[in-house]
């Protein structure tokens, strides 16, 4: 049974910086490229981003370059999402999945608020 399970969420002020997790189950991580998603209230989910079993990243939205990025450690079937400078605009639920076509299971996400 596949499960993903996010973490590191919360509530931040602008230009603060958080660290995301993903701890990945029922699947092979290792051969996968995971991504990271988000949906902020009232909107689509959207890709942020995607790396590969390689460890390349690409950051697929334009408002989150040059300030987030993603690492994973394959031995630890763990994603990971390192946010900085963050701003109110990126208050959202994150999630992780397989990229860039999800699977259908999907965690229950991180609930990320940036308010000051």
């Known amino acids: 049974q596949v499960q993903l399970v996010e973490s590191g969420g919360g509530l931040v002020h602008p230009g603060d910086s958080l660290r995301l997790s993903c701890i990945v189950s029922g699947f092979s991580f290792n051969d996968k490229t995971m991504g990271w998603y988000r949906q902020a209230p009232g909107k689509q989910r959207e890709l942020i981003g995607l790396?590969?079993?390689?460890?390349?990243?690409?950051i697929s939205s334009h408002s989150v370059r040059e300030r987030f990025t993603l690492s994973r450690d394959n031995a630890k079937d763990t994603l990971y999402l390192h946010m900085s400078d963050l701003k109110p605009e990126d208050t959202a639920v994150y999630f992780c999945?397989?990229?860039?076509?999800?699977?259908?299971?999907w965690g229950q996400g991180t609930q990320v608020t940036v308010s000051s």
């Open positions: 790396i590969s079993p390689g460890h390349i990243a690409t």
């Open positions: 999945n397989k990229a860039p076509i999800p699977l259908d299971s």
